[in-house]
């Protein structure tokens, strides 16, 4: 019975809440638009913007010689989610079946496990890093540790599910995804979307003037 | 109450294999999954012989013991048999078999093994006897037709027997006494038995003149 | 007539397969009555052998190795008989689940009990109006990064463990079985992360744990446990410093073990399995316990012990009464702060760059 609801409606609802509220967001920062700049521009903004985009995924010189281990931490988490996420085979099995119809090739089962690993070693030592810093803890607020607990959730179900042979523990590892689904838009995990418009737009901006930065 | 078990004599056996591809085929068990194996010793060396090995269905089975979830039992048969859908696929039966009767669909890294799978004395398993569910976990439930397992029932030396432990016995008795006899007869050992001397055979011909 | 000659022949010619001969010798010893009597039916039920356990006991009792080859491939599929199974079946069974569960019991037991008459250690001074850096923000986060993990491994271990006596009763086999694959699936998951934990744990705290003079000592007074008075030690005391090395050589042999269950992909027979599993078993609840017991310490056992894990800074009287050596060379440094500027540092207000900077090198 319950199971059904997780199955069915609420996917259905909380995909929907989720697109919506995503296309949403968007389109308010992108209609929000851009003062006019009159100045005479002294390079190119598009070139800034694309620069600024691809740049940015390598830290900052100031960045690399504080911490290192929450550095490493954050590429540990982003590229090993982004890695189960989209290439572990449940989860292309799941998409082609419920969203889109298309698959495309997986990595070795080994490979999905290793990159769960990454991903759960650089998310606990993320969250401590963010409420044992003194400073870190004072910069987060309830949403940040909403998000954080909600995709640790998300993570660990679908690591006790991994045996995908017990309907509840599926069950359990989906209501999980469907709840970061709709919290997903209105918080600040937007950011795996918005990274692309602030960067831009901070690039856009400094090509124009013809900063490189 | 009947009590099946296996026996495999090894005087007979000839490692044809047979009873390995009749599991297979009569189970559909997966790629990589061999309920029965024929095990030679000294293969190809003086006293050579062969075994076919399964799961005996022990009385006080090791398995059962020592799995954590508690999936294994026993039918009034005397077959062990296990639930797939209880199983979590740890791998502590297959340490703790002493025939390595236990198998696994997977090896992969992380123990992922999936559900265990072993001989199921052509019995199924805990599901309505032969519903597709169970077809499909276990394979055939030959008993609940009134036949006996597949391996046994066309081993072509009649090597392999699997029946009533007390029928089988009584078998297993007379050929010994049978061979026991011989080596009375005889006056050399069973074992020598290839070596014996030769019949009076000199000048003998199966072509007619 | 015959028997002599059986004998005979066996004596002088151990090199072949003899196993079955050995079951003609049984066999021919009652041969005559037997020959004469009707087969079976007559017999009495207790004279009937089950000939597969004849020949099975034969083959594991004979001298020649049980292994032998087959068209099966597969690790271990020559093998026709494997004795240590049932070892450890033994082990597991009637030695691991009762001795450990007893063994883990009495840690709580004793505990409980030391608490009904020790109480919670007080900072005999009381809390004083300063404290001192004592973990930087880095080795807080792996000390917590490595205890989550080793929670997360305790309680799934403890479960599939002790799952069949204690929770089946409780829960039903259905239920179990859903909570034991999770357990399995994020054991085996989240196991290889404490090695990781381990390494970064170990190289950030192995320096302040060599043993000195001064450890011999403590051990001698008991710690302090037996009497009243605190013995002298230095940034971590020699239980501590034994835990550490605990941690460090048994977590070495359940990390080890871990990795050849975790990956049966080295052609590791089932001895091995065994093996490590007997190894993974007991260093796992042998850390298990001694952590039991560190956690006691943390959260009940002493006043202001978790304080410098949980803020990075200790009271004063406290690592006065602890760690005096340490508190002493501390304070000698200047590096004591007023709990104002501590709770400016860790609450309140943003970094001021000049105390920033100890911070970090803070319990250097």
Redesign the interface.
């Given at each position: 019975m319950i199971g059904q609801f997780i199955d069915g409606p609420l996917w259905t609802f909380s995909l929907t809440v989720f697109l919506i509220g995503v296309v949403w967001r968007i389109a308010a920062i992108l209609m929000a638009g851009k003062r006019p700049d009159l100045a005479t521009p002294k390079g190119s903004a598009g070139a800034g913007a694309l620069r600024a985009v691809f740049s940015r995924f390598l830290p900052e010189r100031t960045v690399t010689t504080q911490?290192r281990?929450p550095l490493i931490a954050g590429y540990l988490f982003h590229l090993g989610l982004f890695a189960l996420l989209f290439f572990a085979q449940p989860h292309i099995d799941f998409i082609a079946e419920k969203i889109t119809g298309l698959s495309w090739p997986a990595m070795p089962?080994?490979a999905f496990?290793v990159a769960?690993?990454f991903a759960?070693?650089g998310l606990?030592?993320l969250w401590?890093?963010r409420i044992?810093?003194?400073?870190t803890r004072?910069l987060s607020d309830l949403d940040d540790h909403i998000g954080a607990v909600l995709v640790f959730l998300v993570m660990?179900t679908g690591?006790?599910?991994?045996?995908q042979?017990?309907e509840?523990?599926r069950l359990i590892h989906l209501l999980s995804a469907e709840l970061l689904l709709i919290y997903f838009p209105f918080s600040k995990l937007m950011h795996a979307f918005t990274f692309v418009m602030s960067r831009s737009y901070t690039g856009a901006t400094m090509g124009r003037k013809g900063v490189n930065a | 109450m009947a009590r099946m078990k296996f026996y495999c004599d090894p005087e007979r056996c000839i490692e044809c294999n047979a009873c390995v591809t009749a599991c297979k085929n009569e189970n559909e068990v997966p790629w990589g999954v061999n309920r029965r194996r024929v095990v030679t010793i000294n293969d190809g060396e003086e006293g050579e012989r062969s075994l076919s090995v399964a799961c005996m269905h022990c009385s006080d089975a090791p398995c059962a013991t020592v799995c954590p979830v508690d999936c294994f039992y026993t039918t009034q048969d005397g077959v062990v048999l296990h639930d797939k859908d209880i199983c979590?696929?740890c791998g502590y039966c297959f340490y703790a078999c002493p025939f390595g009767a236990p198998q696994f669909p997977e090896d992969?890294?992380?123990a992922?093994r999936g559900?265990m799978d072993k001989c199921t004395f052509c019995a199924g398993g805990p599901e309505a006897d032969n519903s597709s569910d169970e077809q499909r976990k276990y394979g055939s439930n030959r008993l609940a037709e009134g036949k006996l397992p597949l391996c046994a029932e066309m081993c072509s030396t009649k090597a392999l027997l699997a029946g009533d432990a007390d029928t089988i016995a009584d078998i297993y008795r007379k050929r010994i006494i049978n061979r026991s006899a011989s080596v009375m007869a005889r006056g050399v050992s069973y074992r020598d038995a290839s070596f014996r001397a030769p019949y009076s055979a000199a000048g003998k011909s199966s072509a007619k003149e | 007539m015959i028997r002599p000659k059986i004998l005979q022949f066996d004596d002088g010619d151990g090199r072949s397969a003899g196993w079955l001969l050995l079951l003609l010798i049984l066999y021919s010893l009652p041969l005559d009555t037997i020959a004469k009597e009707p087969i079976s039916k007559d017999l009495p039920a207790a004279a009937v052998l089950n000939p597969a356990a004849e020949l099975w006991r034969d083959v594991r009792q004979r001298d020649q190795p049980t292994t032998g080859s087959t068209q099966v491939r597969g690790v271990d599929s020559g093998v026709l008989i494997n004795a240590y199974g049932d070892q450890w079946r033994k082990f597991r069974m009637q030695q691991l689940i009762p001795v450990g569960g007893y063994a883990l019991m009495g840690i709580v037991i004793a505990l409980a009990v030391f608490y009904l008459m020790r109480g919670k250690v007080p900072i005999e001074g009381s809390e004083s109006d300063k404290k001192l850096p004592r973990y930087s923000?880095?080795e807080?986060?792996?000390h917590?990064?490595m205890a989550?993990?080793f929670l997360f491994l305790a309680i799934t271990g403890l479960i599939l463990l002790f799952g069949r006596p204690v929770l089946i009763p409780m829960l039903g086999k259905e239920a179990f079985?859903?909570l034991a694959?999770?357990?399995?699936?994020?054991h085996?998951?989240?196991g290889?992360?404490f090695l990781?934990a381990l390494i970064?744990v170990f190289s950030q705290f192995v320096r302040r744990n060599i043993y000195q003079k001064g450890d011999l000592n403590w051990l001698l007074k008991g710690g302090g446990i037996v009497g009243k008075k605190h013995v002298s030690s230095n940034f971590f005391n020699m239980g501590e410093k034994t835990m550490f090395w605990m941690l460090v050589f048994v977590g070495a042999v359940i990390v080890i073990s871990g990795l050849v269950l975790v990956f049966p992909l080295f052609g590791q027979g089932r001895e091995w399995m065994e093996l490590a599993h007997v190894g993974h078993a007991i260093g796992a609840l042998l850390m298990i316990g001694v952590i039991i017991g560190h956690i006691y310490i943390g959260t009940i056992g002493m006043q202001g012990a978790i304080e410098g894990m949980k803020t990075?800074y200790c009271d004063l009287n406290w690592a006065k009464e602890h760690h005096d050596l340490w508190a002493g060379r501390a304070e000698e440094r200047g590096e004591a702060l007023s709990n104002e500027e501590v709770a400016q540092?860790?609450?309140n207000h943003?970094?001021p760059s000049s105390l920033g900077v100890r911070?970090q090198e803070a319990g250097k």
């Amino acid at each position: 019975m319950i199971g059904q609801f997780i199955d069915g409606p609420l996917w259905t609802f909380s995909l929907t809440v989720f697109l919506i509220g995503v296309v949403w967001r968007i389109a308010a920062i992108l209609m929000a638009g851009k003062r006019p700049d009159l100045a005479t521009p002294k390079g190119s903004a598009g070139a800034g913007a694309l620069r600024a985009v691809f740049s940015r995924f390598l830290p900052e010189r100031t960045v690399t010689t504080q911490g290192r281990l929450p550095l490493i931490a954050g590429y540990l988490f982003h590229l090993g989610l982004f890695a189960l996420l989209f290439f572990a085979q449940p989860h292309i099995d799941f998409i082609a079946e419920k969203i889109t119809g298309l698959s495309w090739p997986a990595m070795p089962h080994w490979a999905f496990i290793v990159a769960a690993e990454f991903a759960f070693a650089g998310l606990i030592l993320l969250w401590l890093h963010r409420i044992l810093h003194p400073v870190t803890r004072l910069l987060s607020d309830l949403d940040d540790h909403i998000g954080a607990v909600l995709v640790f959730l998300v993570m660990l179900t679908g690591c006790l599910a991994l045996a995908q042979a017990f309907e509840p523990l599926r069950l359990i590892h989906l209501l999980s995804a469907e709840l970061l689904l709709i919290y997903f838009p209105f918080s600040k995990l937007m950011h795996a979307f918005t990274f692309v418009m602030s960067r831009s737009y901070t690039g856009a901006t400094m090509g124009r003037k013809g900063v490189n930065a | 109450m009947a009590r099946m078990k296996f026996y495999c004599d090894p005087e007979r056996c000839i490692e044809c294999n047979a009873c390995v591809t009749a599991c297979k085929n009569e189970n559909e068990v997966p790629w990589g999954v061999n309920r029965r194996r024929v095990v030679t010793i000294n293969d190809g060396e003086e006293g050579e012989r062969s075994l076919s090995v399964a799961c005996m269905h022990c009385s006080d089975a090791p398995c059962a013991t020592v799995c954590p979830v508690d999936c294994f039992y026993t039918t009034q048969d005397g077959v062990v048999l296990h639930d797939k859908d209880i199983c979590i696929g740890c791998g502590y039966c297959f340490y703790a078999c002493p025939f390595g009767a236990p198998q696994f669909p997977e090896d992969g890294a992380f123990a992922t093994r999936g559900k265990m799978d072993k001989c199921t004395f052509c019995a199924g398993g805990p599901e309505a006897d032969n519903s597709s569910d169970e077809q499909r976990k276990y394979g055939s439930n030959r008993l609940a037709e009134g036949k006996l397992p597949l391996c046994a029932e066309m081993c072509s030396t009649k090597a392999l027997l699997a029946g009533d432990a007390d029928t089988i016995a009584d078998i297993y008795r007379k050929r010994i006494i049978n061979r026991s006899a011989s080596v009375m007869a005889r006056g050399v050992s069973y074992r020598d038995a290839s070596f014996r001397a030769p019949y009076s055979a000199a000048g003998k011909s199966s072509a007619k003149e | 007539m015959i028997r002599p000659k059986i004998l005979q022949f066996d004596d002088g010619d151990g090199r072949s397969a003899g196993w079955l001969l050995l079951l003609l010798i049984l066999y021919s010893l009652p041969l005559d009555t037997i020959a004469k009597e009707p087969i079976s039916k007559d017999l009495p039920a207790a004279a009937v052998l089950n000939p597969a356990a004849e020949l099975w006991r034969d083959v594991r009792q004979r001298d020649q190795p049980t292994t032998g080859s087959t068209q099966v491939r597969g690790v271990d599929s020559g093998v026709l008989i494997n004795a240590y199974g049932d070892q450890w079946r033994k082990f597991r069974m009637q030695q691991l689940i009762p001795v450990g569960g007893y063994a883990l019991m009495g840690i709580v037991i004793a505990l409980a009990v030391f608490y009904l008459m020790r109480g919670k250690v007080p900072i005999e001074g009381s809390e004083s109006d300063k404290k001192l850096p004592r973990y930087s923000t880095y080795e807080r986060m792996i000390h917590w990064f490595m205890a989550s993990i080793f929670l997360f491994l305790a309680i799934t271990g403890l479960i599939l463990l002790f799952g069949r006596p204690v929770l089946i009763p409780m829960l039903g086999k259905e239920a179990f079985s859903i909570l034991a694959s999770a357990c399995k699936e994020g054991h085996n998951l989240i196991g290889p992360l404490f090695l990781f934990a381990l390494i970064l744990v170990f190289s950030q705290f192995v320096r302040r744990n060599i043993y000195q003079k001064g450890d011999l000592n403590w051990l001698l007074k008991g710690g302090g446990i037996v009497g009243k008075k605190h013995v002298s030690s230095n940034f971590f005391n020699m239980g501590e410093k034994t835990m550490f090395w605990m941690l460090v050589f048994v977590g070495a042999v359940i990390v080890i073990s871990g990795l050849v269950l975790v990956f049966p992909l080295f052609g590791q027979g089932r001895e091995w399995m065994e093996l490590a599993h007997v190894g993974h078993a007991i260093g796992a609840l042998l850390m298990i316990g001694v952590i039991i017991g560190h956690i006691y310490i943390g959260t009940i056992g002493m006043q202001g012990a978790i304080e410098g894990m949980k803020t990075g800074y200790c009271d004063l009287n406290w690592a006065k009464e602890h760690h005096d050596l340490w508190a002493g060379r501390a304070e000698e440094r200047g590096e004591a702060l007023s709990n104002e500027e501590v709770a400016q540092l860790t609450h309140n207000h943003p970094l001021p760059s000049s105390l920033g900077v100890r911070t970090q090198e803070a319990g250097k």
